[in-house]
Structure formats: C-alpha cells, structure tokens
C-alpha cells in the first residue's frame, strides 16, 4: 500500500501557493497517496486541484459544516442572504455559529486526526500562518515527519515564539536568499525547491517573436505589495509604451477605471490557468513589480514563455536569472528605474531579444521544469520514507 502525504495550508482557490499545492501533489501522485486539508476556504475548482487525478481535499469548514445540522442551516441561511456563488460551507463560521461552536478547538482535532492518517506531512505556510504550531507539535506527537514549505517573504520574528519550528525535519525554500533570511535568525535544516509553471507544455510551445511595438504585462494579484499602483501610474504617464494587465484583488476597480481613461491600458481581469498562455502570446516583456515575494510564480512562467523580464529583486528572481543576460532590474520607488530599463529594451534589435528570451527559456528547461521539480519532490519524499 502507498505511503500517504498530507499537504496542509492556508489553501484557496486561486493563487501561486494554490499552484504551487497542486505541482507538489502532481509530483507526488501515483506513487504516494495524496490529501489535501486547507485551512481556508476552498472549492473543487481550485487550482491546487487542477488536472490531479485524485482529488481527496477537504478543509477546516467543509468538515465543521459536515458535522453539524444546525451549522448546516445557519450556513444555508447565509448563503441565501449572502447571494454568494461561494459553497455554502463558506457561510458556516459567523457571529451566532462562534458562541456556540469551538471552532479552533475542532480544527485542531481535524487536524490531529488528518496527521495521523499520514506517513508525511507537508505545510505550505508562511512563518507566521496559523495551525503551523499546533501541526509541528502533532506531527512530531504521532511521529510523523513534518516538511514545511515556505511561502512568502521571512522577516525577523521572535525566536523564543518559534522554538517549534526546531522540531520540523526539513524546511524546503524556494532560494537561498530566502533560506538565509531565515537561518540568520535560527539554524534549520533546509533545501531549496523552487516552483515551476502550471502546464508549462503551453508555455513552452509559443514561437519566441516581438512585436515592433512592444507590449508590457502584469499578471498576478491587485494588491498593493505587487506594485501595481506604481506601474499603473507609470504607463498612465508614459503613454506611448502598451501596458496589460491581468488579475484580480482589492484594486482591481481601481485598474479597470485607469484602463478606461487610457488607451494604452488593457485590463483583462482575472484568467484561469487553461488561458495563461493567451496572455503571454500577447505580451512582449513582463514587469514584476512586487515589493516582497518568495518566488514569484509568474518570473518562471514568463521564463517558459520565453518573455523578457523586468523586476525588481525579489524572492528568487535573482538566482533564477543570474545566468542569463536578462538584465533589467528595477526599484519600484523609483520610476526612473523603470525607464531606463524599459528604453534599454526598446533599443535592443529584435535577434538580440530572442537571443535573451531563448536563453531565458533553456535555463527554465534545465532547471525548473515541470518533470524536474517532479524529480526534486519525489526523490525528497523517498528519503524522508526511509528515514
């Protein structure tokens, strides 16, 4: 019989740590009995389940709803009121079910009984993300490997808050940038993994071409921390140069509304994973702004696109692109950065840019495809096993 892996995290329904739960349990499926238990709320169309043969996922509200009737009709009643497309077990934690059920009481008993049907566990998490205690303690209570996969950019925290995090057997980062931020402050055993793109097979079958005029993209969440209201005020000034974005978040109305006035911005709203590739067929250069990341996921499906790149040096792009000469990088508090580095793709031949774009995407090949991240997870596991 399989061993079983428990992956366990604040898991959603659309996002990079969502991909990134589903590329682990692609990895892992088949040889491994996967389950998925998020602490969030979660759907069966999430992209942590995209294309997994298996689909054994519940979470934290799916399992109270299922316990209980009358938590079941509260939910319901929500659900109505709400007008929400969401499940009704997104409704069954509300201010009349918190005083009278224990909730995190229930969760921690979910919890402990999920670990204990595990051979390993695997905690997509941030540092600071709940359960992450009250999972290390079990784990290590039932003699179960834990394995945690951060996500997220580690800040200083309190080090006699986090002694815990002594008992976890491996911590799996996606860079050593990332790895030494965290073992400045505490001495941890850890590897690195980076990510790799959802169905990087489209990705990587689109022709390597620029168009004359060239075209800029964002893709990723409408939040403040990814830069997007620099960028936006950017190509609102700077008008002659095309900018799209794609996404979803807090300012997305605030996007839509600037692409409205301009001409020279597109907004095309949120775009499942099945469409990344419509995306990147259209754009020439990819902007990642982002103030603080882990990864990001987009900087390698970009690289699989075979895109030119600009970013700010955050989370891993550093080392992803270290060895190649795509080199334009930017601080996003300062908008000349993004000038220049915009004029020196703009003055660079078209065989140059495919000459950066094609190197951009060999080193994806080599280092970050889908089949070796496969092999990295897998050969992980395996040794944890025999241990």
């Not at 600071?128 to 003699?143: A, C």
């Not at 709203?269 to 754009?283: A, D, P, S, V």
């Not at 882990?294 to 600009?310: C, F, N, Q, R, Y």
């Not at 140059?352 to 060999?362: C, S, W, Y």
Request: aromatic share 10%; proline share 1%.
């Amino acid at each position: 019989m399989n061993k079983k892996v428990l992956i366990f995290g604040p898991i959603g329904d659309f996002g990079g740590r969502d991909v990134e739960v589903n590329i682990i349990a692609k990895s892992l499926n088949g040889k491994y009995n996967i389950s998925l238990l998020s602490s969030i709320y979660i759907s069966d169309k999430s992209y942590a389940l995209a294309d997994l043969a298996v689909q054994n996922f519940t979470s934290f509200q799916i399992q109270a709803f299922n316990s209980s009737l009358l938590l079941r009709i509260l939910a319901y009643v929500l659900k109505f009121k709400n007008k929400k497309n969401k499940k009704a077990y997104a409704f069954v934690k509300n201010k009349l079910s918190k005083k009278i059920f224990n909730f995190k009481k229930n969760n921690i008993s979910i919890l402990e009984s999920k670990i204990k049907e595990s051979d390993v566990v695997i905690a997509c998490v941030q540092l600071s993300s709940n359960y992450l205690k009250e999972l290390v303690e079990i784990s290590n209570k039932h003699n179960k490997p834990c394995i945690v996969r951060t996500t997220g950019t580690i800040r200083d925290f309190d080090i006699k808050k986090t002694d815990f995090l002594k008992r976890v057997a491996l911590f799996v980062h996606h860079s050593e940038t990332n790895a030494r931020n965290l073992n400045n402050q505490i001495e941890l055993p850890y590897t690195i993994i980076d990510q790799c793109a959802l169905n990087d097979n489209c990705l990587l079958e689109l022709p390597i071409n620029f168009n004359q005029k060239k075209k800029y993209g964002f893709l990723g969440r409408i939040s403040r921390e990814k830069g997007i209201i620099e960028l936006i005020d950017f190509f609102c000034i700077n008008d002659d140069y095309e900018f799209i974005v794609a996404g979803n978040g807090v300012l997305k109305n605030d996007i839509e509304i600037k692409s409205k006035e301009k001409k020279n911005i597109k907004f095309l709203g949120q775009i499942n994973q099945q469409e990344l590739y419509k995306f990147f067929k259209e754009i020439d250069v990819l902007v990642i702004a982002s103030h603080e990341e882990s990864g990001p996921l987009v900087g390698l499906e970009a690289m699989a696109a075979g895109k030119i790149i600009i970013s700010t040096k955050v989370g891993a792009m550093e080392d992803r692109l270290f060895s190649t000469e795509n080199d334009f990088w930017i601080d996003i508090n300062e908008k000349k950065s993004i000038n220049l580095s915009i004029e020196k793709i703009e003055q660079l031949k078209q065989a140059d840019l495919v000459k950066i774009a094609e190197i951009n995407r060999q080193v994806y090949v080599k280092k970050y495809s889908f089949a070796t991240i496969k092999s990295q997870y897998l050969a992980l596991i395996d040794n944890i096993i025999v241990k």
